[in-house]
């Protein structure tokens, strides 16, 4: 097997993590090699960061991961001014449904409670009034929900094209097409294989999305993690231009087949297409060995997606052009966990030099995560308080 040189640092995975970690600690260490796997290519549909747009929000109803994206907002400004382009457009974020329902995305009212103990402003508002202003229909009358306005959607692709970007001008080496297999970390670094090449660096991030898992499971390490492939469907309009609509989530009283949970981006401000998308939030038929992705959308999701846009969403038109995809999310089975990123120290031989990070809805975490992770891969404490991410 053939043995490549010795690196400083090397990243698994060149998703969001990925990248905002190469850049951040290529900033920090200028003299230090740092070296990018991936088992695919950039901006891969195939595994956690797929299609066009994420959701940007502030309020959390757990006040430790609320303050963390108070933190990642003032960063994510940063990089907006480092990159001179917008990454996140601020066009709100609606939340209404069943205000005592507990989802994977926290519960309407204690959101609430938590954005008045934070002094986050955010408009009340009753389903009539939601109805009336956003062109839903028929939902149930006692829903309620807000708008925070500082909210919004963020731009994937513009956020991974411009990490790679300042992590390549930082001559951070990227190597694509390199599926991991193995990970042997000992107490002078770690020795990183795939199929052709055995790799050789000081320290190791696992940022691997749906691959962390398995990556981690080498090291003795079980990460409570199930991952689902989630649909996302894309519908035209009908009616209404929408151009600086909100992100919507309808929190619901889950149902006999799956968690009855609608998230919706209306055409996005830089999209040319004008399509709306509505995803699927079901937690149901997570990938095993047996059960693996195929990287389609669930036909009965996409069909309950259509169902609840007949229903719902009088401006669009799913019976016009309507195409699917899919995405896989990597999801704590604990739902009081949203996020795992620690080091493996003291948990195996080598492991204070392996970082793993895995799970959650991080997409709007990414630059706070890449400068922890950073902080961890120099041996530092990081500079914010990270101990409801820790395992
Ligand atoms: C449908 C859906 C909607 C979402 N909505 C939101 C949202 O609105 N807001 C939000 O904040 N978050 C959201 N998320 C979550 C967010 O997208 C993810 O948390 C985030 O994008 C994951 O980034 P990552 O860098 O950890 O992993 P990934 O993007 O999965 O990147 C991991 C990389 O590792 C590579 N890799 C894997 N295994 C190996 C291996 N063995 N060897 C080499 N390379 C490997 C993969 O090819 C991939 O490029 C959503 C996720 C899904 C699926």
Redesign the pocket.
Known sequence: MHTNQQWDLII????????STAWNYAKNNPDNKVLV????TLL?Q??????E?????LQYSELDIFRLTLEADKLWQDLEKQADRKLIHRTGSLWFGDADVWTNEGQITQTMKSMDEMSLPYERLNMATIEQRYGFTHFDPNYEGFLQKDGGV?D?KGTLSTLYSLANDLNVTFQFG????AIEPDSEGVSVF?AEQRYRARKVLI??????K??VAQLDIDLALST?E???ISMLRSQRTGANDP?WFAFQQPIETDSNLF?GFPPNPWSVNGFDRL?T?FEVDPITDTHKPDFRANPQHVDRAIEFARRHMPFLNPDRECFSS?????LPDNPERLFYLDTAKGRCHGGENVVI??????????PL?GQVCADLLNDKTPRWDISALRF
């Open positions: 698994i995975g060149a998703g969001p993590v990925g990248l796997l991936d088992k695919y891969t195939l595994a956690g960061t797929s299609g747009e994420r959701h940007w929000r963020i994937v390199e599926n991991v297999t795939s940022a691997s999305g749906p691959g962390s398995a990556l689902y989630m649909a996302c992100f998230y995803g939030d899919s995405c896989l999310a990597v990070s895995a799970g959650g809805w991080a997409f709007k975490f990414t995560l």
